[in-house]
Structures are given as structure tokens and as C-alpha cells.
């Protein structure tokens, strides 16, 4: 009965992994900027999986705001826009990069330092996510 | 006996375009495109200036905001890149002026806190919305304002290209952020020494 009880623990730990192994988090950073003034996330998704995910939204205690966002350039003139959802097709990648996608990161609950580091949760269409550490990097890094 | 000809009077134009004064640049070549540098706005010490406190030195101009997470950090991030591969001499005659088009959250202080991060040689200016008009409007570029949000944070477009002035305040390139970094230090250099 103790053994059927921890295997059931164990199952039911198991099971929020299960959708959200498949997907790796790599070079997650935040450009910084000083003061209340929002920063961009950035990041690499990987799906390891046979199922494409479908990225809809992020959240940390970190900040009190998190939007998926874009940046545009027409004609010379640079401008963002908001982005509803990014597609991880299965056994392809998500790019999260300067100059295009990003997070927005807005109402920053602490002041943060270059070097510091804020864990933010990605959040899928399929009700999965995955926490990623993000690290601080100075405001010009390239 | 055609072909050869032919052959040598384009080797003549190559030798005379490289060597006969005629510089080649690796950005956009604006020379005549644009006019002279001009402009009536505040400083980051909250001084009104014109182009006259500035030239001298080779001047390079982007539109931009505060509150602007991704492309302007990127921009002048880049341009910090580029001083660097500037030898020190060269650098010294070269400055960054960061128009703000968002003077409503863009003070001085905000300026000098926000372009102190890139460098010495980065500069904050803003205005009115009349002498930012004037300036946008005399270089070709917009900018506009996004519906507030309700923590009335609001998105502003703005011109993505810098534009470069040399010595006399005479626009000469227009350097966008897919130009390569060594390029644009090679063509400053240029510049400033031209």
C-alpha cells in the first residue's frame, strides 16, 4: 500500500513533464534597461517532440506584465506589434531574437542588474510550459 | 582589338573611381540626397542647441525613445560596436546624437541616464513636437504614437536608419542595422579623415 502510494506520487509528478519535455529553452537573456521602462526577452525554443507546440504566452513573478511581441520594419520606418502566438514546428526550432520576436518584459517587480537572473514560465496552446532562467545582459549587447 | 579596348577603358574607369579622389563607401552614399544638418532642440543638460554646438565632428543622427526595448538599444548597441573599432583619434571626432521622438517621457535626465550606458560620445536630444516635425520631416523619416495600454505605456514608431554627417554638417551615408559593423567603422573612418 506505501509503495502503490509513492507510485502514484511518482505518476503524478511525472505527468506535467510529460508534454513539456520535448521542448529545450536555449539562450535565454534580457536586454537591460534602467529604471520602469519595459526590456526584451529573447530565447531559442527547440522541439524535440513529434508534435508542434504552439507558444502563446509567458508569465514570471518577476514581472507584472509579459507580452509576445514583434518588431517591424516598413519602409525604413521601425515600429512593434503585439504577437499572438509563435509555432514550434515538431523537430524545428522557434527563434526569439534582436530586431524580430521577443518577450516584452513590463512592471519589473525588482530593480535588476546586469548578471542577475529571473526565471519565466512559456506557456503552450496545449496547456503545457516550461520555466527557462533568463540572465540580465547590458543594454548594448549585440 | 575591340575587346582589348574595350577591356582597358573599363580598367581606366575602376583605376580612375579608386584612385582619382572619388571615394567609395560600403553604406548608402547620400552625398547631395540630403540636406545640410540643421536643427533647434534640448539637450540632455536641458540647454536648447542647434547643429552648430555639434559639427566639427562627424555627427551620426537616429530617431528613437526611452522606453524602446528592442530596435534602439540594438541600433545603438551597434554604433557602440563600431566606436570600438574605431582607433581612438578617430573616435574622438565622431558622436552619436539619439533624437528622442517621445519628449513626453524623454527629459534630459532620462536622456543622459539612458545614452551615459552606450558611451561619452552618445548624446540625448528632444523637442517640441514642432522642431521634432521640422527634423524628422527635412530627413525623409515619420514618427507616431500607439493607442496607450492600460498602464498607459504606449509604442512609438520611429525612423530606423542613422544618418551620417561629416565635419561641415553635410549629410554623407545613411547606414542601416544590416550593415555589417566593420563597414560602417571603415566608411566613418573614411569620414573623418576625408
Known amino acids: 500500500m506505501k509503495h502503490l502510494t509513492l507510485i502514484l506520487l511518482l505518476m503524478a509528478a511525472a505527468l506535467p513533464a510529460r508534454a513539456e519535455r520535448f521542448i529545450d529553452v536555449h539562450d535565454a537573456w534580457i536586454r537591460h534597461i534602467p529604471g520602469d521602462r519595459p526590456m526584451a526577452g529573447y530565447f531559442v525554443l527547440e522541439n524535440r517532440g513529434d508534435a508542434d507546440r504552439r507558444l502563446v504566452g509567458a508569465s514570471s513573478a518577476g514581472f507584472g506584465a509579459i507580452h509576445l511581441h514583434e518588431t517591424v520594419d516598413n519602409n525604413g520606418t521601425s515600429s512593434m506589434r503585439p504577437l499572438e502566438s509563435a509555432m514550434v514546428p515538431a523537430g524545428g526550432r522557434a527563434l526569439f531574437e534582436p530586431g524580430a520576436r521577443h518577450l516584452m518584459l513590463m512592471q519589473r517587480r525588482d530593480a535588476l542588474e546586469v548578471g542577475d537572473e529571473v526565471v519565466i514560465s512559456l506557456e503552450f496552446a496545449d496547456g503545457g510550459s516550461q520555466s527557462a532562467v533568463f540572465t540580465i545582459k547590458p543594454v548594448w549587447q549585440e | ?194
Open chain 2, 1 to 194: 582589338m575591340r575587346k582589348s579596348g574595350l577591356i582597358l577603358a573599363c580598367l581606366t574607369a575602376v583605376l580612375a573611381a579608386a584612385c582619382g579622389g572619388e571615394l567609395s563607401w560600403q553604406t548608402k552614399d547620400i552625398s547631395g540626397m540630403m540636406p545640410a544638418l540643421e536643427f533647434t532642440l534640448t539637450s540632455e543638460d536641458g540647454k536648447t542647441v542647434t547643429e552648430d554646438h555639434y559639427t566639427g565632428n562627424v555627427n551620426l543622427v537616429f530617431f528613437g525613445f526611452t522606453h524602446c526595448p528592442d530596435i534602439c538599444p540594438i541600433t545603438l548597441g551597434r554604433l557602440r560596436g563600431v566606436m570600438d573599432r574605431l582607433p581612438g583619434d578617430v573616435a574622438h571626432r565622431v558622436q552619436v546624437l539619439f533624437v528622442s521622438v517621445d519628449p513626453d517621457r524623454d527629459g534630459p535626465e532620462e536622456l543622459r541616464t539612458y545614452t551615459d550606458q552606450f558611451g561619452t560620445n552618445f548624446i540625448g536630444l528632444t523637442g517640441s513636437q514642432e522642431q521634432l516635425q521640422a527634423l524628422t520631416k527635412r530627413y525623409r523619416t515619420t514618427y507616431g504614437y500607439g493607442e496607450p495600454d492600460d498602464q498607459g505605456n504606449y509604442e512609438v514608431s520611429h525612423g530606423s536608419a542613422v544618418y551620417a554627417f561629416d565635419s561641415s554638417g553635410a549629410a554623407r551615408l545613411l547606414i542601416r542595422n544590416s550593415d555589417d559593423v566593420d563597414a560602417v567603422a571603415s566608411d566613418l573612418e573614411q569620414l573623418v579623415q576625408g
